[in-house]
């Protein structure tokens, strides 16, 4: 297995598209709904930044540099969690869905998903020897 596997191509597309989708979203909803469900809009930015630096991680992480990519995996699953079971139990702190409310039923449970798929690709990663990993600068 090379650092540019599948699993890992398909793992920084759907961080590049979360990225943009949860960004987008907020940046809209803060802008233009901002009274309606201020803390859901909030959420849904703070997971674009966490999806943003999830990219940057998996890639960094092909070359060897797993350590922010397990933090930033760790985070983001547990934002997933705590979000998801806090707008369950409290729904009337979620007047609108953030991109993590619920699971991220939203989105298709994608967002509880991605990061257990990141964290697995990441211990498989892991036991590549480093002399078979390719760099970016060799893609």
């Known amino acids: 297995m090379t650092a540019r596997s599948g699993p890992h191509k398909v793992l920084l597309a759907f961080y590049a598209l979360f990225t943009l989708a949860a960004g987008a979203r907020a940046l809209v909803q803060l802008t233009t709904q901002y ?4 803390v859901a809009y909030w959420l849904s930015l703070a997971a674009a930044v966490t999806y943003a630096l999830g990219w940057y991680a998996i890639r960094e992480a092909s070359a060897g540099r797993t350590g922010f990519a397990s933090v930033m995996l760790w985070v983001e699953l547990a934002g997933v969690l705590t ?19 619920d699971y991220g039923i939203g989105y298709g449970f994608v967002p509880a998903v991605l990061p257990i798929a990141g964290l697995l690709w990441l211990r498989r990663q892991r036991a590549v020897p480093k002399e078979e990993r390719v760099l970016d600068s060799e893609v």
Do not use: M, Y
Not at 35 to 38: N, S
Not at 83 to 100: H, K
């Open 83 to 101: 979000v998801g079971t806090l707008s369950i139990a409290e729904p009337g702190w979620f007047p609108d869905a953030s991109v993590w409310s």
């Open 35 to 38: 009274d309606e469900a201020p």
